[in-house]
């Protein structure tokens, strides 16, 4: 199980919750954070924190957000695990459903 990063996050990325995750599994996008959900250990610390409420348990995704369960999950099947989102920075791509997306809170 893991936690996911929904659609509210798209152009925000405050950030906040990769300072409280403290297993460094919140990766950066362009336009969005994304969980990876082998290396989150549902400790839930990035939930409180998101000022938009962007992060949900994945059994608790509201339903019109469930598609991003699938963009948290295939963002990394090219990275695979990289063992860390410090190490890599930030990544220069996002998935196509997030690239496709107009802009948020405009």
């Given at each position: 199980?893991?936690?996911?990063?929904?659609?509210?996050?798209?152009?925000?990325?405050?950030?906040?919750?990769?300072?409280?995750?403290?297993?460094?599994?919140?990766?950066?996008?362009?336009?969005m954070l994304y969980?990876?959900?082998?290396?989150?250990?549902?400790?839930?610390?990035?939930?409180?924190?998101?000022?938009?409420?962007?992060?949900?348990?994945?059994?608790?995704v509201p339903a019109?957000?469930?598609?991003?369960?699938?963009?948290?999950?295939?963002?990394?099947?090219?990275?695979?695990?990289?063992?860390?989102?410090?190490?890599?920075?930030?990544?220069?791509?996002?998935?196509?459903?997030?690239?496709?997306?107009?802009?948020?809170?405009?």
């Amino acid at each position: 199980m893991t936690y996911i990063i929904t659609q509210t996050c798209v152009d925000v990325k405050d950030l906040a919750c990769v300072e409280e995750c403290p297993v460094d599994c919140i990766y950066e996008g362009n336009r969005m954070l994304y969980i990876h959900p082998d290396e989150c250990v549902d400790c839930g610390a990035c939930e409180p924190v998101c000022p938009v409420e962007a992060i949900y348990y994945e059994d608790d995704v509201p339903a019109d957000q469930a598609e991003f369960y699938d963009v948290n999950v295939k963002f990394f099947d090219n990275l695979g695990s990289p063992g860390g989102a410090a190490k890599m920075g930030k990544i220069d791509a996002d998935h196509p459903v997030v690239a496709a997306l107009p802009p948020q809170g405009e």
